[in-house]
């Protein structure tokens, strides 16, 4: 795994790099999940699997930009990325990402072994989530990822996440979101799950929610590239991941394009959540 992780740090400098330099349009094409791919969905794509394609330990990798999976002959791992999240995002300069899960023996969630995410902010930063989970920061000098601590979520937190179209809430959940502002939770949402997860990761705590809504009753975020790697870093950093009523990451994908409800967050704010769920099922 030493070997992906490194293969990550390389893909992560040149992501970066066609970010700054490459065009920002859009392209004719769409994905699979029908979002509208800009030229640095594809580029980024190509670069993620460029790099891991190389690493022996890689038996299959699929990603957001991807209809199928790329297997190899040789390998153990199986790699779910999202190569740029947040793309939509590039043509006003705010914070994107890329996301990666690991699994073994497939892409359930209970298969994922570790994941890890990339913030390309002001500074480039790098989570990984093994047993524990570690943040490392971009030396634009030297070109190295230095290890700058260990990251865990406390039991409550003060910032809310609330994603999905508010006019589609449920009106149980636009009532929950409404009790967290009502308690003093301010709101902290770019539009991009990386930055937004983030912030709320190194603030110790807080919510993030993109529920089912009446028009998306699964949600937006994917399951395979964004939800289990997500689920992965907050559950391993002492934090709770789950879609309203069950863990995340006991969650089956149905195809690698599935999406789910989610909700990641520290402790208390997701007891409320299910118990609000529970109460509106
Ligand atoms: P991507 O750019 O990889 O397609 O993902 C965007 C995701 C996620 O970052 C964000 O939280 C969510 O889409 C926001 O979507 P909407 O603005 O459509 O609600
Ligand atoms: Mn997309
Ligand atoms: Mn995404
Ligand atoms: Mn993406």
Redesign the pocket.
């Known amino acids: 795994m030493t070997e992906i992780f490194k293969a990550i740090e390389d893909i992560a400098i040149e992501i970066y790099e066609a970010i700054k330099t490459k065009d920002t349009g859009k392209v004719e094409t769409q994905n699979a ?1 029908g ?1 509208v791919q800009v030229k640095l ?1 594809v580029i980024s794509d190509d670069i993620v699997e460029k790099h891991l394609l190389k690493v022996k330990s890689v038996k299959e990798i699929i990603s ?1 930009e991807k209809e199928d999976p790329i297997t190899k002959e040789e390998g153990e791992y199986f790699v779910a990325y ?1 190569p ?6 590039i043509d006003v300069d705010l914070s ?1 990402g890329s996301i990666f899960g690991i699994y073994k023996g497939g892409y359930n969630g209970e298969n994922i072994v570790a994941a890890a995410y990339v913030v390309y902010g002001p500074r480039v930063e790098l989570v990984i989530a093994r047993d524990v989970v570690e943040l490392f920061r971009l030396n634009e000098h030297t070109k190295k990822f230095e290890f700058v601590k260990e990251l865990k979520l406390g039991k409550k937190g003060k910032i809310l996440g609330p ?3 508010q006019k589609n809430w449920y009106p149980f959940h636009k009532e929950m979101i409404d009790s967290f502002f009502a308690e003093g939770y301010r709101l902290r949402y770019s ?4 930055p ?1 997860l983030h912030q709320i990761l190194l603030k110790g705590g807080g919510l993030f929610a ?1 529920p089912g809504t009446t028009d998306k009753p699964k949600g ?2 994917r399951k395979l ?2 939800v289990f790697p997500f689920a992965c870093v907050y559950e391993r950093a002492g934090g709770k991941a789950v879609d309203g009523f069950n863990e995340l990451l006991s969650l089956e994908a149905e195809s690698y394009h599935d999406t789910t409800p989610c909700f990641f967050g520290s402790e208390e704010e997701i007891i409320k959540v299910l118990r609000t769920y529970k109460e509106n099922q």
């Open positions: 999940s979002d969905d957001e999202d740029l999240d947040g793309s939509s995002l994107v994603g999905g179209t539009g991009g799950m990386v937004d993109y937006k975020l590239f964004e």
